[in-house]
């Protein structure tokens, strides 16, 4: 796994950083995001479901568990989920929330560590902290992701509202 930091200082820059990240992700791809309420998770999920280029709405899908952005081009599916109300995987399971990472679709998981147990190996993580408008990312990838991130490291650097 390689680790990143970036520093985000608005929630526009936030939206901006997921957009570039969507570059990187393929069908199948899972997105953990973990931080405290309010830490930026939708706001970063927003920025993906732009970059794969869904026009949906994305709000925080708190007590439905999951929502669905489907592409009405061909493009990719977005699932986006928040297991905060869940226990752990057991009851993620019971409720056949499994079977959406075997759909094709990008899986974006707020609060995911709980089910870390359960999810496939193609999987990044980034982690928000922060207050204020300030949040430091934290973005741990796979090896083999490695030059397509770097990339969207560079194409964001450019970003007066982002340091990397
Ligand atoms: N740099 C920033 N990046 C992201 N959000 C920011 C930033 N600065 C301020 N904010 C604000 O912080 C809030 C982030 O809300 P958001 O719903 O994205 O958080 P969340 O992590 O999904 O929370 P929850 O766990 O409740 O779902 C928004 O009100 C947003 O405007
Ligand atoms: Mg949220």
């Keep these: 796994m390689i680790n990143r930091n970036i520093v985000s200082l608005s929630t526009t820059a936030t939206e901006e950083i997921g957009r570039a990240i969507a570059a990187v992700l393929s069908p199948g791809t899972i997105v953990v995001l973990e931080g405290d309420l309010g830490a930026g998770k939708t706001a970063l999920t927003r920025g993906i479901a732009a970059g794969l280029g869904l026009a949906s709405m994305v709000t925080s899908p708190t007590y ?18 928040d297991v905060y109300r869940l226990h752990d995987s057991d009851d993620f399971v019971a409720a056949g929330l499994d079977e959406y990472f075997y759909r094709g679709g990008v899986c974006v998981l707020e609060w995911g560590d709980k089910v870390a147990d359960i999810l496939p190996d193609n999987r990044i993580r980034i982690e928000l902290r922060g207050n204020g408008s300030q949040r430091d990312l934290c973005l741990s990838y796979p090896d083999v992701m490695k030059q397509r991130m770097t990339l969207v490291m560079e194409s964001l650097s450019a970003n007066k509202e982002i340091a990397i």
Excluded at 65 to 79: A, K, Q, W
Aim: net charge negative.
């Design 64 to 81: 439905t568990i999951v929502s669905e952005h489907i592409s009405e081009n061909g493009g990719t599916d977005l699932f986006h989920f």
